[in-house]
């Protein structure tokens, strides 16, 4: 059930980026599969959420009746150097391409006219390095004379199509609404809020009940979720004084079962005020 339903938000939930035209997606590569109901998450021995995606990205890929072939992972070296990964290498119709992948959440911290204002939860990135890292780096490194080499041991000897997808969410103070989104943003993201844990007030007739999923349950439907339940004195109580960002999902509980309101992060006092 936990990958079906992951499986299922890859293809419906809207891009967080919109790639230039040349590095958009194919059609075929989106479209829903087939795939068994019985499929179970894979072990692994360390869990990372980007390394978690790629694994998603890779069970809908195996279940796409256009790809012929997959290659993941391909390292890229030039003599004893390395300088960098391929994540996917995908053969459709007999032509090759190059896929990157991401899933990414940033919070809003400005006024949100450039990428700059997004940062991460531990403000040590933000999504203007990100996206430039992604285009120049890369979607560029499957057109190095090192990766053609590498392609050419594998019997690749076309140039593959470079195509970037990425999904995720961006978070806005609570209550903010934006009209118009910085280059790439797709308008229609996903998108929640933040909070700082003195604030948490803010959410009183908001939801009934919060989870507090843990990162392995970040891209699953509330119902999914593993968590207790919390009402707003207990949520606060839960996280009063801990130190990193914490995700959030406010919910209800109606005769169909639970139903998510929204989803953000609540982030320390200082947060804001600490600096990229």
Not at 122 to 151: F, I, N, S, V, Y
Request: hydrophobic letters at 40%.
């Amino acid at each position: 059930m936990r990958l079906r339903a992951e499986l299922d938000w890859l293809c419906q939930a809207p891009d967080l980026l919109q790639p230039p035209p040349q590095f958009r997606v194919p059609d075929a590569l989106r479209q829903p599969s087939p795939y068994q109901p019985c499929l179970t998450d894979p072990a692994l021995p360390s869990w990372r959420l980007g390394r978690h995606f790629e694994d998603i990205v890779f069970q809908h890929l195996n279940y796409n009746t256009y790809v012929t072939d997959i290659k993941r992972n391909i390292q890229i070296k030039n003599q004893q150097q390395t300088l960098g990964e391929l994540d996917f290498l995908i053969c459709m119709a007999q032509q090759w391409v190059h896929l990157e992948v991401a899933v990414k959440l940033y919070l809003l911290d400005g006024p949100g006219a450039e990428l700059s204002d997004f940062v991460g939860t531990r403000r040590d990135d933000c999504l203007a390095t990100k996206w430039r890292r992604m285009l120049e780096h890369q979607l560029a490194l499957g057109a190095h004379p090192a990766a053609r080499k590498a392609l050419a041991q594998m019997g690749i000897s076309q140039r593959p199509q470079a195509a970037l997808w990425i999904k995720g969410w961006l978070f806005y103070p609570f209550g903010t609404q934006l009209q118009t989104f910085p280059t790439p943003i797709n308008p229609w993201h996903q998108r929640g809020w933040w909070l700082t844990q003195s604030r948490l007030g803010q959410l009183a007739g908001h939801a009934s009940h919060f989870l507090l999923p843990g990162k392995t349950d970040w891209l699953l439907p509330a119902d999914l979720m593993h968590s207790p339940l919390f009402d707003l004195a207990g949520l606060q109580q839960q996280l009063r004084g801990t130190s990193r960002a914490n995700l959030v999902v406010a919910i209800e509980h109606k005769p169909q079962g639970v139903l998510e309101i929204s989803r953000g992060f609540v982030v320390t006092d200082d947060w804001p005020e600490a600096g990229p």
